[in-house]
């Protein structure tokens, strides 16, 4: 595994950019330099993050969800094991 996060990430199973082995390890993220910890998926590439909107849920579970344009930095928060 390289040491750079990748380019989009998502922690929902049902998306083709979740990766259990990056999120098992450990991915902060830094959005217009402030950290957030209810990120739900983010693309550096294109500059977004999905934020949870509150305790709020969809009629299918999931959490809403806000999506908010700026600068994303993801990083690993563990070193590698």
Excluded: Q
């Excluded at 217009?32 to 849920?57: D, F, H, P, Q």
């Amino acid at each position: 595994m390289s040491d750079t996060p990748p380019d989009r990430l998502s922690v929902n199973p049902n998306s083709p950019h979740y990766d259990e082995a990056v999120l098992a390890r450990g991915v902060g993220i830094r959005f217009k330099g402030v950290e957030k910890t209810n990120v739900e998926e983010y693309c550096v590439s294109e500059g977004w993050v999905r934020l949870s909107a509150g305790k709020a849920l969809d009629r299918s579970g999931n959490p809403m969800t806000v999506k908010l344009k700026g600068t994303v930095e993801p990083y690993f928060r563990e070193e590698p094991v």
